[in-house]
């Protein structure tokens, strides 16, 4: 950390690594210790030298050394902050870079020292984030647990000075003592709540005297138009959010404003790992959000698409987030023009179908969005998908279910298009007899559909899979439907005028099948047409909801 340190940031950035070895030991510093002032005067005085590359990696090494071998870090930084803003020049009390274009236009100062001026700005917010995140990992973890180690300690001298002879009355002091230490930690949970909730963020504290400063860099990137600057003041917005939900809630539009609307991939990249990190501290908050991380799997860019997979993927394995019908654009992300994307996103549905029944409940509510017409994507890459998410359908019942569920989806699709993609859904599924039973029992909600060829096209080839490996009595009932289906596709063609309710009503003559129990069958068809339909519905209501939110 000597002179050779200040010629060359990168020594003195190893120099931190080595140092922080000696975290793990519990090795605490005194604030004046030599290693911080060094570190503070190598960052203060290569701040406005910009030909040291390495100084914000250095910024950020030091502030971890700092938080974790000081005694006091709060106080070394405080200090680094208050240097780093007087080498800065920047006056807080004014919008700094309005300041500097009326100096520009008064005293001719030229465009180099205007973006000097900036991306000295970025240095200093830059390290105000990195201080901020310190400071809220110290207070949380550090100094709470140091907390309750002094309540512990308080807890077993108690236990010491009051050992009663008696055993009965010793039981009672120890539940007395095993209440009081259930909620011992309350006090201290609350003092740190109150510092990062109030405090820390106060106009007189080291963060809040910077908050207006990033504020007026990310409202108005025309006149902050230095792209350095704006990536560094919406790092530092986002580490101050994660302190407070207080100020979260402030500036989380501001936050999702960033993210729709910057020209910088990088900076839409930055924004999504941070709103994930958001979502794990405040997910009641940035929950109505959601759709906007979803947004940012279609952007041209390929870095913000791969940032915004790996968070969400992380967020939704984690349960961390709910889990809705805008998984389907994840499931776009397996035909995405990125190898890496693309794998990824069929990494993330090979860990999904571990966790119970989770891909099984999304995939009627993935189907209907992929198949919808807004939607833009081809068949073959439909296609492609629903073969690979229907490879984990393995359990009979998940089977069962889903050809009913699929079949009453023929009643809310509008184009033959839809038709054909749920057609091709239930030609991916393995048929048992009750499967096929089920097939037979909800023939109503698709009979109509089946004059299209494509559509007869997939029923044909269920009955051809099926045929090869069924029981004698299992084929009875293929050949059946297979008759049963072949009647209704050529009246359905050659008789273009028959309405849906005259093809319903005329069937094949001389059915072997138990045609009373399917009658009793049908009969009681609207009541769960009725509850199913409310089932369907739902999900585009709260999408609705959603984005009107």
Known sequence: LGSRAQRSPLLAVFTCYALQRLIQKGIRLPTSHVIFTRLTELLVTGLTDLSL??????????????????????????????????????????????????????????????????????????CVGNVAQQQLVYLEVTVSKELKRQKQDEHEKTLKKDVNPKKVETTVSEEELMLTGATADDPETELIKRLCEVELLEETNMFGKFVPVILNVCHDPSLFCCPTLQTAATLSLAKLMLISSRFCEQQLQLLVTILEKSPLSAIRANTIVCLADLMVRFPNLVEPWTIHLYNRLRDESEMVRKSTLVSLSHLILNDMIKVKGQISEIALCMEDPSNNIADFSRLFFHELAKKGNSLYNLLPDVISRLSEPDNSISTSSFQSIMRYLFSFIKKDRQTESLVEKLCHRFRTTRLEKQWVDLCFCLAQLPYTERCLHKLQDNMNCYQDKLHNDDVYKYFTNIVIQTKKFAKPEVKLLVEELEQQWKTLHDRGATDSSSSPGSIAVQQTRGSTVKKSVARRRRKLQP???????EHDISPSIQHKKRISH
């Open 527 to 533: 009541l769960k047409e009725h509850n199913l339909a």
């Open 53 to 126: 590359s390495h100084w914000q990696p250095l910024a950020e090494q030091a502030v971890i050394t700092i938080y974790g071998l000081a005694d006091q870090p709060d106080v070394v930084c405080e200090h680094l902050l208050q240097q780093l803003l007087t080498a800065s020049g920047v006056d807080l009390c004014l919008n700094p870079i309005a300041t500097s274009s009326q100096a520009q236009e008064g005293a001719g100062l030229e465009e180099a020292e205007l973006e000097l001026q900036s991306l000295v700005l970025a240095r200093l917010l830059g």
